[in-house]
Protein backbone atom coordinates (compact mmCIF):
# COMPACT_ATOMS: atom_id res chain seq x y z
CA UNK A 1 0.00 0.00 0.00
CA UNK A 2 1.52 3.56 -1.21
CA UNK A 3 -0.58 5.86 1.06
CA UNK A 4 -1.15 3.67 3.87
CA UNK A 5 -3.13 5.62 6.78
CA UNK A 6 -2.27 9.11 4.41
CA UNK A 7 -4.65 11.90 5.34
CA UNK A 8 -6.05 12.96 1.31
CA UNK A 9 -8.03 15.91 0.79
CA UNK A 10 -9.68 16.17 -2.73
CA UNK A 11 -11.49 18.99 -3.65
CA UNK A 12 -14.15 18.21 -6.04
CA UNK A 13 -14.32 14.84 -5.22
CA UNK A 14 -18.00 13.90 -5.70
CA UNK A 15 -17.88 13.24 -9.06
CA UNK A 16 -15.29 12.73 -11.91
CA UNK A 17 -11.71 13.04 -12.35
CA UNK A 18 -11.70 14.00 -8.14
CA UNK A 19 -13.43 10.87 -7.27
CA UNK A 20 -11.43 8.57 -9.38
CA UNK A 21 -8.45 10.48 -7.37
CA UNK A 22 -9.82 9.63 -4.11
CA UNK A 23 -10.84 6.14 -4.89
CA UNK A 24 -7.52 5.42 -6.27
CA UNK A 25 -5.59 6.77 -3.14
CA UNK A 26 -8.11 5.01 -1.23
CA UNK A 27 -7.14 2.05 -2.76
CA UNK A 28 -3.72 2.55 -1.59
CA UNK A 29 -4.40 2.90 2.19
CA UNK A 30 -5.45 6.54 2.33
CA UNK A 31 -8.37 8.12 4.46
CA UNK A 32 -9.68 10.05 1.43
CA UNK A 33 -12.05 13.24 2.31
CA UNK A 34 -14.90 13.97 -0.21
CA UNK A 35 -15.15 17.74 -0.39
CA UNK A 36 -17.70 19.16 -2.56
CA UNK A 37 -20.40 22.07 -2.79
CA UNK A 38 -23.25 20.02 -2.07
CA UNK A 39 -22.77 17.59 1.65
CA UNK A 40 -25.47 15.13 0.10
CA UNK A 41 -23.24 14.48 -3.31
CA UNK A 42 -20.21 13.88 -0.82
CA UNK A 43 -21.80 12.19 1.65
CA UNK A 44 -22.98 9.90 -1.64
CA UNK A 45 -19.44 9.20 -3.01
CA UNK A 46 -18.05 8.69 0.86
CA UNK A 47 -20.42 5.97 1.49
CA UNK A 48 -20.12 4.21 -2.00
CA UNK A 49 -15.92 3.98 -0.81
CA UNK A 50 -16.86 2.90 2.33
CA UNK A 51 -18.93 0.33 0.84
CA UNK A 52 -15.92 -0.84 -0.92
CA UNK A 53 -14.09 -1.24 2.49
CA UNK A 54 -12.41 1.77 2.20
CA UNK A 55 -11.69 4.79 4.57
CA UNK A 56 -13.67 8.00 3.86
CA UNK A 57 -15.45 11.04 4.94
CA UNK A 58 -17.35 13.58 3.88
CA UNK A 59 -16.99 17.62 4.17
CA UNK A 60 -18.82 19.91 2.25
CA UNK A 61 -16.69 23.22 1.26
CA UNK A 62 -17.20 25.88 -1.94
CA UNK A 63 -13.98 26.36 -2.64
CA UNK A 64 -14.31 30.13 -3.71
CA UNK A 65 -15.21 30.94 -0.28
CA UNK A 66 -12.24 31.40 1.74
CA UNK A 67 -14.18 31.09 5.45
CA UNK A 68 -15.72 27.93 3.70
CA UNK A 69 -12.06 25.71 2.90
CA UNK A 70 -11.15 27.14 6.25
CA UNK A 71 -13.87 25.91 8.23
CA UNK A 72 -14.01 22.44 6.20
CA UNK A 73 -10.03 22.48 7.19
CA UNK A 74 -10.64 23.26 11.16
CA UNK A 75 -13.13 20.46 11.20
CA UNK A 76 -10.67 17.73 9.21
CA UNK A 77 -7.84 18.77 11.46
CA UNK A 78 -9.80 18.47 14.84
CA UNK A 79 -11.43 15.25 13.66
CA UNK A 80 -7.91 14.07 12.12
CA UNK A 81 -5.21 15.69 13.31
CA UNK A 82 -3.30 16.68 10.09
CA UNK A 83 -3.53 16.74 6.35
CA UNK A 84 -1.01 14.60 4.02
CA UNK A 85 -2.18 15.60 0.80
CA UNK A 86 -4.36 17.92 -0.73
CA UNK A 87 -5.69 17.54 -4.37
CA UNK A 88 -6.67 21.32 -5.82
CA UNK A 89 -8.89 19.38 -8.31
CA UNK A 90 -12.35 21.23 -8.35
CA UNK A 91 -12.85 23.01 -11.69
CA UNK A 92 -15.79 24.42 -14.19
CA UNK A 93 -15.56 25.49 -17.44
CA UNK A 94 -17.46 28.57 -19.09
CA UNK A 95 -16.13 28.93 -22.67
CA UNK A 96 -16.95 31.03 -25.37
CA UNK A 97 -14.85 33.49 -28.21
CA UNK A 98 -13.23 36.10 -26.36
CA UNK A 99 -15.29 38.94 -28.05
CA UNK A 100 -18.75 37.55 -26.62
CA UNK A 101 -17.13 35.96 -23.17
CA UNK A 102 -18.54 37.93 -20.82
CA UNK A 103 -17.21 39.59 -17.53
CA UNK A 104 -18.85 37.19 -15.35
CA UNK A 105 -17.74 34.07 -17.01
CA UNK A 106 -13.97 34.89 -16.99
CA UNK A 107 -14.64 36.09 -12.71
CA UNK A 108 -16.37 32.37 -12.49
CA UNK A 109 -13.84 30.47 -14.12
CA UNK A 110 -10.93 32.61 -12.44
CA UNK A 111 -12.59 32.47 -8.94
CA UNK A 112 -13.42 28.29 -8.91
CA UNK A 113 -10.44 27.08 -10.83
CA UNK A 114 -7.91 29.98 -9.51
CA UNK A 115 -8.72 31.52 -6.85
CA UNK A 116 -10.17 28.10 -5.29
CA UNK A 117 -7.06 26.50 -5.44
CA UNK A 118 -5.35 29.61 -3.64
CA UNK A 119 -7.94 29.26 -0.93
CA UNK A 120 -6.66 25.71 -0.38
CA UNK A 121 -3.66 25.84 -0.78
CA UNK A 122 -3.49 29.05 1.64
CA UNK A 123 -5.51 26.71 4.18
CA UNK A 124 -4.03 23.40 4.05
CA UNK A 125 -0.13 24.80 3.95
CA UNK A 126 -0.61 26.38 7.45
CA UNK A 127 -0.79 22.37 8.38
CA UNK A 128 1.29 21.06 6.58
CA UNK A 129 4.13 23.70 7.32
CA UNK A 130 3.71 22.90 11.21
CA UNK A 131 4.37 19.23 10.16
CA UNK A 132 6.82 19.96 7.78
CA UNK A 133 5.80 17.05 5.61
CA UNK A 134 3.13 17.28 2.76
CA UNK A 135 2.00 16.79 -0.62
CA UNK A 136 0.31 19.43 -2.63
CA UNK A 137 -0.91 18.40 -6.51
CA UNK A 138 -2.92 21.05 -8.70
CA UNK A 139 -4.94 19.56 -11.43
CA UNK A 140 -3.95 22.12 -14.70
CA UNK A 141 -5.06 21.00 -18.01
CA UNK A 142 -2.79 20.99 -21.05
CA UNK A 143 -5.07 24.08 -22.13
CA UNK A 144 -3.24 25.78 -19.54
CA UNK A 145 0.59 25.12 -21.66
CA UNK A 146 -0.97 25.41 -25.04
CA UNK A 147 -4.13 27.73 -25.02
CA UNK A 148 -7.00 27.06 -26.63
CA UNK A 149 -9.85 29.19 -29.12
CA UNK A 150 -13.05 30.04 -26.96
CA UNK A 151 -11.47 28.94 -23.36
CA UNK A 152 -9.24 32.26 -23.41
CA UNK A 153 -10.74 32.47 -19.00
CA UNK A 154 -10.25 28.41 -18.49
CA UNK A 155 -6.27 28.48 -20.31
CA UNK A 156 -5.22 31.28 -18.12
CA UNK A 157 -7.00 30.11 -14.60
CA UNK A 158 -5.04 26.71 -15.38
CA UNK A 159 -1.91 28.41 -16.34
CA UNK A 160 -2.21 30.12 -13.21
CA UNK A 161 -2.90 26.72 -11.24
CA UNK A 162 0.70 25.52 -12.82
CA UNK A 163 2.55 29.12 -11.92
CA UNK A 164 1.11 28.66 -8.16
CA UNK A 165 2.57 25.02 -7.90
CA UNK A 166 6.06 26.48 -9.30
CA UNK A 167 6.20 29.44 -7.25
CA UNK A 168 5.10 27.59 -4.10
CA UNK A 169 7.65 24.70 -4.34
CA UNK A 170 10.36 26.55 -3.99
CA UNK A 171 8.54 28.70 -1.03
CA UNK A 172 7.80 25.04 0.95
CA UNK A 173 10.45 23.15 -0.23
CA UNK A 174 12.49 23.79 3.25
CA UNK A 175 10.06 22.57 5.10
CA UNK A 176 9.82 19.07 2.74
CA UNK A 177 6.23 19.77 1.21
CA UNK A 178 6.15 19.18 -2.41
CA UNK A 179 3.95 21.00 -5.12
CA UNK A 180 3.20 19.79 -8.91
CA UNK A 181 0.56 20.14 -11.47
CA UNK A 182 -0.95 17.72 -13.61
CA UNK A 183 -2.28 18.76 -17.05
CA UNK A 184 -5.19 16.25 -17.99
CA UNK A 185 -5.97 16.40 -21.75
CA UNK A 186 -9.37 15.41 -23.11
CA UNK A 187 -10.47 13.21 -20.35
CA UNK A 188 -13.93 11.02 -19.94
CA UNK A 189 -15.91 13.02 -17.59
CA UNK A 190 -19.39 14.91 -17.84
CA UNK A 191 -16.98 17.89 -18.37
CA UNK A 192 -16.38 16.84 -21.84
CA UNK A 193 -19.76 14.15 -22.66
CA UNK A 194 -21.33 18.07 -23.25
CA UNK A 195 -18.83 17.72 -26.44
CA UNK A 196 -20.28 17.40 -29.80
CA UNK A 197 -18.93 14.44 -31.72
CA UNK A 198 -18.03 16.35 -34.26
CA UNK A 199 -15.31 18.14 -31.81
CA UNK A 200 -13.97 14.68 -29.92
CA UNK A 201 -13.50 13.21 -33.17
CA UNK A 202 -11.41 16.64 -34.28
CA UNK A 203 -9.59 16.28 -30.87
CA UNK A 204 -8.68 12.79 -31.08
CA UNK A 205 -6.65 13.65 -34.97
CA UNK A 206 -4.24 15.42 -32.59
CA UNK A 207 -4.05 12.83 -29.94
CA UNK A 208 -0.99 10.41 -31.16
CA UNK A 209 -2.27 7.96 -28.70
CA UNK A 210 -5.55 8.23 -30.44
CA UNK A 211 -8.53 8.03 -28.04
CA UNK A 212 -9.36 10.17 -25.27
CA UNK A 213 -8.11 9.51 -21.80
CA UNK A 214 -10.27 8.38 -19.09
CA UNK A 215 -10.29 9.43 -15.44
CA UNK A 216 -7.82 6.19 -14.02
CA UNK A 217 -4.93 7.69 -16.32
CA UNK A 218 -4.82 11.21 -14.19
CA UNK A 219 -5.38 9.42 -10.67
CA UNK A 220 -2.42 7.26 -11.79
CA UNK A 221 0.05 10.33 -11.85
CA UNK A 222 -1.85 11.86 -9.43
CA UNK A 223 -0.87 8.94 -6.70
CA UNK A 224 2.91 8.83 -8.22
CA UNK A 225 3.30 12.22 -6.89
CA UNK A 226 1.31 11.40 -3.68
CA UNK A 227 3.63 8.72 -3.10
CA UNK A 228 7.42 8.24 -1.20
CA UNK A 229 8.58 7.65 -5.11
CA UNK A 230 8.08 11.45 -5.81
CA UNK A 231 9.59 12.72 -2.68
CA UNK A 232 12.65 14.57 -4.95
CA UNK A 233 9.77 16.12 -8.19
CA UNK A 234 8.53 19.23 -7.15
CA UNK A 235 7.46 22.34 -9.21
CA UNK A 236 7.01 19.91 -12.15
CA UNK A 237 4.24 19.63 -14.17
CA UNK A 238 2.81 16.13 -15.61
CA UNK A 239 1.22 16.37 -18.84
CA UNK A 240 -1.68 13.43 -18.85
CA UNK A 241 -2.78 14.13 -22.56
CA UNK A 242 -2.16 11.23 -24.62
CA UNK A 243 0.88 13.44 -26.37
CA UNK A 244 -0.96 15.74 -27.32
CA UNK A 245 1.55 18.41 -26.35
CA UNK A 246 5.41 17.40 -25.93
CA UNK A 247 7.47 20.02 -24.88
P1 LIG B 1 -16.45 17.49 -13.35
O1 LIG B 1 -17.28 18.65 -13.78
O2 LIG B 1 -16.91 16.10 -13.68
O3 LIG B 1 -16.18 17.55 -11.77
C1 LIG B 1 -15.75 18.74 -11.15
C2 LIG B 1 -16.13 18.70 -9.69
O4 LIG B 1 -15.77 19.94 -9.10
C3 LIG B 1 -17.63 18.52 -9.50
O5 LIG B 1 -17.87 17.56 -8.49
C4 LIG B 1 -18.08 19.92 -9.09
O6 LIG B 1 -19.22 19.95 -8.24
C5 LIG B 1 -16.87 20.39 -8.33
N1 LIG B 1 -16.88 21.83 -8.15
C6 LIG B 1 -17.23 22.79 -9.04
N2 LIG B 1 -17.15 24.00 -8.48
C7 LIG B 1 -16.76 23.81 -7.19
C8 LIG B 1 -16.53 24.68 -6.10
N3 LIG B 1 -16.70 26.00 -6.20
N4 LIG B 1 -16.14 24.14 -4.91
C9 LIG B 1 -15.98 22.81 -4.78
N5 LIG B 1 -16.21 21.93 -5.78
C10 LIG B 1 -16.60 22.43 -6.97
O7 LIG B 1 -15.01 17.78 -13.95
P2 LIG B 1 -13.78 16.80 -14.24
O8 LIG B 1 -13.78 15.68 -13.30
O9 LIG B 1 -13.75 16.56 -15.69
O10 LIG B 1 -12.58 17.81 -13.92
C11 LIG B 1 -11.83 17.75 -12.72
C12 LIG B 1 -10.63 18.68 -12.88
O11 LIG B 1 -9.85 18.25 -13.98
C13 LIG B 1 -11.01 20.13 -13.15
O12 LIG B 1 -10.12 20.99 -12.49
C14 LIG B 1 -10.85 20.24 -14.66
O13 LIG B 1 -10.59 21.56 -15.07
C15 LIG B 1 -9.64 19.34 -14.86
N6 LIG B 1 -9.51 18.87 -16.24
C16 LIG B 1 -10.48 18.07 -16.81
C17 LIG B 1 -10.32 17.64 -18.11
C18 LIG B 1 -11.31 16.77 -18.79
O14 LIG B 1 -11.11 16.48 -19.98
N7 LIG B 1 -12.36 16.28 -18.14
C19 LIG B 1 -9.15 18.03 -18.90
C20 LIG B 1 -8.21 18.86 -18.20
C21 LIG B 1 -8.39 19.25 -16.92
P3 LIG B 1 -20.71 20.04 -8.85
O15 LIG B 1 -20.99 18.67 -9.36
O16 LIG B 1 -21.54 20.41 -7.64
O17 LIG B 1 -20.69 21.09 -9.90
Redo the contacts with the bound molecule.
Sequence with gaps: MRLKDEIAFI????????REIAETYAREGALVII????IE?CEATASELKAKGFKADAFA????VSADVDQCVDKIIEKYGRIDILVN?????RDGLFLRMKEEDWDAVIN??LK?TFNACKSVSRVMLKARKGKIIN?????GVMGNAGQAN?AAS?AGVIALAKSLAREFASRSITVNAV??????????DKLSEEVKNKILEVVPLGRM?L?SD?ANVCLFLASKEADYVTGQTILVDGGMVMY
Design positions: TGSARGIGSDIKDCNVTNAGITVNGIGSVIYKAPGYIKTAMTGPV
